[in-house]
């Protein structure tokens, strides 16, 4: 079996195992918990998705990370991709409007995780407070609930490269939201700041 076939079938694995823990269920924690166990599992085969088959952006290119499709349903849920950042990589606060797993084949990503403190009540403006900050790495994942707030920031001189999984396709989450710190404001994160996906190994 070559490298890519490999890949192919031992994500599908994981797809359809957590695909069978969240049938007929409402995510929550617990369940995330379960998910991102299975997604280790696969991120210990680091291997099997070379640079060279996922390369990161050029510095001259003017972005900072790559995203390939691993996997997706047809309906559009279940999307596992595979995130190549190269460091410069930093983002505003925001939302995912979706559950995600993520996990971390190589480097390090710091994540600051956010409370929002107003109660959204006036359009536009929305404030944050700092909670916690987590270093992503192998062996040290990251879970989100669809309204759980963070951003990321990779420094350093080391590529950093993520398994990302979603209960939605990312293209398809047009309500997710943004937070500008300095200004108190609230943006749609999608429309602003999101890249398309680069490529698929589907």
Known sequence: MNLRAERQQRVQETVAS?????QGQEPNRELLKLASQQMQRLAQASDLFPLSDFPPPSPASGTTSSRYLLSEQPD??????????????????????TWAVIVALSGQELNRLYRRTDDGSVEGRGTLELERELIVQPGQPIE??????????????????????????????TDRIGFDLEKGTVHNYNRNFMRPTVGSDM
């Open 144 to 173: 989100f609930m669809p309204q759980d707030i963070h951003s990321i920031h990779v420094d350093g001189k080391e590529t950093v490269r993520h398994l990302h999984f979603y209960g939605r396709a990312l293209d398809t989450l």
């Open 18 to 22: 957590i695909m069978a823990l969240f």
């Open 76 to 97: 559009r849920q279940f999307a596992l991709y595979l995130n190549t950042i190269i460091p410069g990589k930093s983002t505003q606060p925001h939302n995912h409007g």
